[in-house]
């Protein structure tokens, strides 16, 4: 957030901001060096598009393998996505499950109108046409045409989940693009957001002077940067 120093004032300007300058890896590189080595969710998770990039605060969503039909479908999905807010991420966790077809088009339409920026789902999801029409930002493992009801249901949402692999709790920050998706703590989003940004202003500098000549051990000696 904001501390008076910062090149944002609220969190759509910081989310527009990240959108245009940074990228994953450099996200990636910054939280290395804060220490938070193990940000990545595994290699799985991907984009619907490769050109599809998402940024926003996490609304963890848990959401678990069923058995049965219930009398009342839906209630505890419906709940977690009517509760989103303007620049969230909806982020999911199926426990990586093949049975459990969790999010659609529909889903994406309700959390487009809430102001969420997008959804993160380590499971499969469906409708892949609709939502690419849409442009709304989705991340996944896979495709199926089943739905939820008597596979899958949400257990719990603005809470604590492991999403893969990473921790993710309500608030931080989500990161997407085509090389994955990175998680930043709340606790270090100032210092690793800065670390990213002067850091791509490095890597720019380094290709300039790449394509200028310079040969890759100059640059590097020069600004520690490969």
């Known amino acids: ?47 619907l598009h490769p050109q599809t990039l998402v940024v926003g605060r996490a609304m963890p969503v848990l959401c678990v ?11 505890q999905e419906i709940a977690a996505v009517d509760s989103l807010k303007q620049n969230d991420v909806l982020i999911c966790s199926t426990n990586q499950s093949t049975r459990i077809c969790f999010w659609g088009e529909l889903l994406s339409t309700a959390a487009r109108a809430r102001g969420a920026r ?18 709304f930002p989705v991340f996944t493992t896979g495709l ?11 257990v719990a949402y603005n809470v604590p989940i492991e999403c893969g692999g ?15 998706v990175v998680i930043i703590p709340q606790a270090v989003e100032t210092a690793v957001i800065e670390a990213a940004l002067e850091k791509v202003n490095g890597e720019n500098r380094t ?15 020069k600004y520690g940067i490969l």
Do not use: C
């Open 166 to 180: 990473v921790t993710v709790n309500p608030g931080d920050i989500v990161f997407g693009d085509a090389d994955g």
């Open 118 to 135: 997008g959804a993160v789902i380590d499971g499969f999801i469906r409708d892949a046409k609709q939502i690419l029409a849409m442009g």
């Open 144 to 154: 199926s045409p089943v739905d939820s009801n008597g596979r899958g249901d949400v």
């Open 1 to 47: 957030m904001s501390n008076g120093q910062n090149q944002w004032n609220d969190d759509t300007e910081l989310f527009d901001l990240m959108e245009k300058q940074l990228y994953a890896a450099v996200i990636s590189d910054a939280l290395d060096a804060t220490g938070y080595r193990e940000q990545a969710l595994q290699h799985t998770i991907r984009p």
């Open 65 to 75: 393998e069923v058995y049965e039909i219930p009398d009342e479908p839906y209630q």
């Open 207 to 221: 290709r300039d002077e790449l394509l200028a000549g310079a040969t890759l051990r100059e640059v590097y000696d």
